[in-house]
């Protein structure tokens, strides 16, 4: 499984804009990719602040997200209205996350485009040593 947590700032006044865009990938999303278990977004408690929690069967599916036209589409249109962005991947615990499964690192597969290996080497999941000390 891959599980990560997304921090989105937009720029003032950019608000109904992204989730005006936000809902087009949320639609498409759920509409193409049968590997999507969780795609959530949140609006933090400051103005402009939001909060992403994504989760695949694996990292192929992350990847097949990521590289996905409808993400690609909004690649630009994104990066003129966010200020600030990260992502971290994160385990899901094993008694509290609904039936999610530990994120675990993979190599792309063998027919994986240009993208999808440019997107696995950008943001590759990296196990910390704790996370297998915790694990059932």
Known sequence: MATLLSYIKVKAGQETAYEDMQAVLY?????TEPGCRRYEFYRGPERGEYYALLSFDDFQAFLIHQSSDHHEDFGEKFGAIIEDHWVKWVDPMDRGSMGLVPSNPQKPQENA????IQNSQAMP??????WREQRS
């Open 27 to 31: 639609r498409d999303t759920w509409a």
């Open 113 to 116: 485009t240009p993208l999808m």
């Open 125 to 130: 999941i990296e196990v910390p040593d704790w």
